[in-house]
């Protein structure tokens, strides 16, 4: 049954930047509705969190498993942001080890990851609840409208409001909109909706509006890392060498070791059921390939756990895998951005009434959260001036 909502703001995008734009954005207009749309089951993007059904006790993040504020330059509005999520207790500094692995399999601590520069966080709980916490901090009369597994298709700009259509036919218009992710804007889009046209470009026609005209432009020229991403349920009686006890600990592969092995980095999880689980990230494209052409996923999985050991074959804190682990695939389609960066300046279309944020933004947090917050506060301020 197809159906049509209206709103006064709506957001495409669940990840961690529409969640810190809509808490702000509640927090500071009380009569607004918003909605938020999103393609996934639930909130966090690239932050959220694998909870398995089948398996009692699992969480994984099988995204970014904590994340780095570096804010090199002092960025007053970012830093009370940091000050609150601390003082609501939503996140804590990350003390957990972080291992970098040289060619010849030593750990180094020099920490010269893009992943580890400035001060870690550590979400209190799961990366996906930490993004459904910071929603809830300003959503106390559930002013906002969620519509979870809602893809959109096409976006039309007429007599001022925006129409967007969903796969499933439904309609939703808005006085303003906010996009949070960029595949609406993106070349990305034609293969992945089976379009002709890129959304945003077939709602605002070539030489409309300069900003959008120079943001789709920029975007033409931006990459993104694919990604697969593998979760390792691992057995009961599975454990470090050591007695580590912290829930996180990191290994960092040096590009010759991430050839070598296909892995970029590996994250061991405390879990709530006592067990250890395990996520590897790989950006190989190689690696990535072989995947896609596999014709037994089994095969390639004891691949993984092959690799996984003869890495760890000599490590004075990591265990061996046995070839019966359960592991869990992901590709990620919501890729990291790379490249070329988009302007702040681009952020909002008064003529249109439309704003973008996330980390595809230009800022030392290009490609990590910390850009996502930092153009989400950017973005609700700039909002607020359009709207009020």
Aim: aromatic fraction near 12%; proline fraction near 2%.
């Amino acid at each position: 049954m197809k159906t049509d909502f209206t709103y006064d703001l709506l957001i495409i995008g669940g990840g961690i930047s529409a969640c810190v734009f809509a808490s702000k954005y509640l927090k500071n207009n009380t009569t607004k509705k918003i909605a938020l749309v999103e393609i996934g089951r639930g909130l966090g993007g690239r932050s959220s969190t694998r909870i398995s059904k089948g398996l009692k006790g699992w969480k994984l993040n099988h995204g970014a498993p904590n994340f780095n504020i570096s804010n090199i330059k002092n960025n007053l509005l970012l830093k009370s942001y940091i000050d609150e999520l601390l003082e609501n207790k939503f996140i804590v500094i990350d003390d957990c080890d972080s291992f970098f692995l040289n060619q010849d399999l030593n750990s180094e601590t020099q920490k010269i990851s893009k992943f580890s520069c400035g001060v870690n966080y550590l979400s209190l709980d799961s990366m996906s609840q930490l993004s459904q916490k910071i929603i809830e901090s300003n959503n106390l009369k559930r002013r906002i409208d969620f519509y979870f597994q809602t893809l959109i298709v096409d976006l039309k700009f007429n007599y001022n409001e925006w129409v967007l259509t969903s796969k499933n036919g439904d309609k939703f218009t808005s006085k303003y909109l906010i996009c949070s992710t960029n595949l609406l804007l993106h070349k990305r889009s034609l293969n992945i909706l089976n379009t002709n046209q890129i959304p945003l470009r077939k709602a605002i026609p070539l030489n409309c509006d300069k900003k959008i005209d120079l943001l789709l432009k920029t975007l033409d020229n931006q990459s993104f890392i694919p990604r697969l991403t593998f979760l390792i349920y691992t057995n009961e009686n599975y454990s470090y060498k050591d007695f580590y006890s912290k829930k996180q600990r990191y290994f960092y592969l040096k590009k010759d070791l991430e050839k070598k092995f296909r892995f970029e980095r590996i994250i061991f999880q405390q879990q709530d059921n006592n067990k250890l689980g395990i996520v590897i990230h790989s950006k190989n494209i190689e690696f990535i390939n072989s995947y896609l052409k596999a014709k037994d996923e089994e095969v390639f999985k004891q691949k993984i756990i092959a690799n996984f050991n003869k890495l760890f074959e000599d490590n004075s804190v990591v265990n061996k895998l046995t070839f019966d682990e359960k592991i869990s695939i992901m590709q990620w389609r919501a890729s990291q951005p790379s490249g070329i960066a988009v302007p702040l300046s681009l952020q909002v279309s008064r003529k249109y009434r439309i704003g973008f944020c996330g980390d595809w933004f230009e800022g030392d947090g290009f490609g990590r959260i910390e850009g996502s917050i930092l153009s989400a506060l950017i973005l609700e301020r700039k909002i607020n001036d359009l709207i009020n």
